[in-house]
């Protein structure tokens, strides 16, 4: 049931890096971070050039940037899953959106199981009913 918002900034994605990006982040939650394949949603979003900046200064043309942040139930993963997956989604931001600073993140973001769900039930309720 993880959650992943893709969101880049210097050039608009076609169609081929988007379902490439969609691909093989799902591919990475499904290998390294052991989540079930048919649960993961990805979300990408193309931002402004100017509505994003890296040490005080806006982005300039021909600058691009890109940010990857992942929701997953809290304490699912192992610290070197992680780790993991943050060095994975970099190498793929970087791949295929190009040369992004280095100041370009991915983030794991661990959400308690009574916080969030899918299909209107909590996962807190899902993993008592397992």
Same mark, same amino acid.
């Given at each position: ?9 210097? %050039? /608009? $994605? #076609?169609?081929?890096?988007? /379902? %490439? !990006? ?16 048919? !649960?993961? /949603?990805?979300?990408?979003?193309? #931002?402004?050039?100017?509505?994003? +900046?890296? +040490? ?13 942040? $992942? ?20 190498? !793929?931001?970087?791949?295929?959106? +190009? ?13 308690? $199981?009574?916080?969030?769900?899918? #299909? ?11």
């Amino acid at each position: 049931m993880p959650y992943i918002e893709i969101t880049t900034s210097g %050039r /608009s $994605l #076609g169609a081929d890096e988007k /379902s %490439r !990006l969609i691909a093989e982040t799902t591919r990475l939650m499904d290998d390294i971070m052991r989540k079930k394949r048919e !649960l993961i /949603s990805v979300r990408i979003e193309d #931002g402004d050039t100017a509505a994003w +900046g890296i +040490g005080g200064v806006p982005l300039v043309e021909g600058q691009v940037a890109a940010h990857m942040e $992942l929701k997953v139930s809290q304490a699912t993963n192992t610290p070197g899953e992680k780790a993991a997956m943050i060095e994975a989604g970099f190498a !793929l931001l970087r791949e295929v959106v +190009g040369a992004i600073p280095e100041a370009s993140y991915v983030i794991v973001n661990e959400i308690p $199981l009574e916080n969030w769900g899918y #299909g209107g039930v909590v996962m807190a309720e899902r993993y008592v009913n397992r």
